[in-house]
């Protein structure tokens, strides 16, 4: 299975931001976690990381027969792209949304997802963790 990963603003800061809220594990050491997951089970992970909505947005629009499932966290995004909503929607490629700090358990302006509705779910508070138990889920779903 082949995942495109894709991270919102700010994801490049992991480890440096907040950490008390997102950990100390660097963006780096993510995407080598999700390599080494995604290579233990046969797959293949692609991650990419803006602060550009645009630049997300393209790469939904490439991922296209390119790509069978897609991790997506917007960052802040998810909470007002309508963009990024639309481009999940233009596409086929089935995605899960997370976030790495349960967002429910936060201001509440963090507690509306505007790109959750099209997405197969979305999964918060279980930390880097979370983007795994995606992968998993496609992997046994096959979805």
């Given at each position: ?21 997102y950990g ?61 909503l639309d ?57």
């Open positions: 299975m082949k995942f495109l990963v894709l991270n919102g603003p700010n994801l490049n800061l992991l480890g440096q931001r907040e950490p008390g809220v100390s594990e660097s963006y780096d050491t993510l995407c080598a976690s999700l390599n080494a997951f995604a290579a233990a089970h046969e797959s293949s992970v692609t991650c990419f990381q803006s602060n550009h909505e645009g630049a997300l947005i393209d790469q939904l629009h490439a991922a296209q027969g390119k790509f069978d499932a897609i991790i997506i966290n917007p960052g802040a995004f998810t909470h007002y792209s309508y963009a990024l481009a999940l929607q233009a596409i086929s490629v089935p995605a899960i949304e997370v976030h790495i700090s349960n967002v429910h358990r936060r201001e509440e302006f963090r507690h509306k997802s505007v790109t959750a509705p099209a997405c197969v779910g979305q999964i918060c508070g279980l930390g880097l963790y979370g983007y795994q138990a995606a992968m998993a889920y496609f992997l046994e779903t096959g979805k």
